[in-house]
């Protein structure tokens, strides 16, 4: 399924592959979270290839794994695992989305400006990474500009990875 948006003179387009169905809320809270840092740190027409699924499976195991979320920049995807998502996040589940979908466009952004996060398998410093700090920081600036006074954390495993 795809949809296109118009905000301003530019254009996007969505298309959408649900292996786990979701409510249009969330599909509404991810394209928000995509769009709002394309747009703020870019400014051009893009389209979002999304999958949502459960889990994401790891291409080299072919075994779950316990990732929120990716941008797989060889693919132009973004993935979301929403079992994941729901069962390690507390709190409203299309505030957490909004900012995950945020969080991964603003990789997709690193990349398109030339300079791509390391990747996440097999680095244990992945969540100290300066890309990962300015993706969370971007997410916060999302979610306070589409929810004002909005505050709580992301909080992953005991670490806290985002303070609104």
Not at 122 to 139: K, S
Request: net charge negative; no cysteine.
């Amino acid at each position: 399924m795809s949809s296109e948006i118009s905000h301003d003179s530019l254009r996007y387009k969505f298309s959408w592959t649900e292996v786990t169905k979701v409510p249009e809320s969330i599909k509404e809270h991810i394209r928000m979270g995509l769009q709002k840092v394309w747009e703020d740190n870019m400014g051009t027409d893009r389209e979002f290839k999304v999958i949502i699924a459960g889990t994401l499976i790891d291409s080299d195991t072919n075994k779950p794994t316990d990732i929120l979320a990716e941008y797989d920049s060889e693919s132009d995807t973004f993935r979301f695992a929403m079992d994941i998502i729901k069962r390690q996040l507390e709190g409203s589940l299309d505030l957490n989305v909004l900012i995950i979908a945020a969080h991964e466009a603003f990789h997709a952004v690193q990349v398109a400006l030339g300079d791509p996060p390391p990747l996440y398998k097999g680095n244990q410093n992945y969540e100290d990474d300066r890309h990962e700090r300015e993706a969370w920081e971007a997410a916060k600036k999302v979610a306070s500009s589409i929810y004002p006074g909005v505050y709580g954390k992301i909080v992953r495993n005991g670490r806290v990875l985002l303070e609104l």
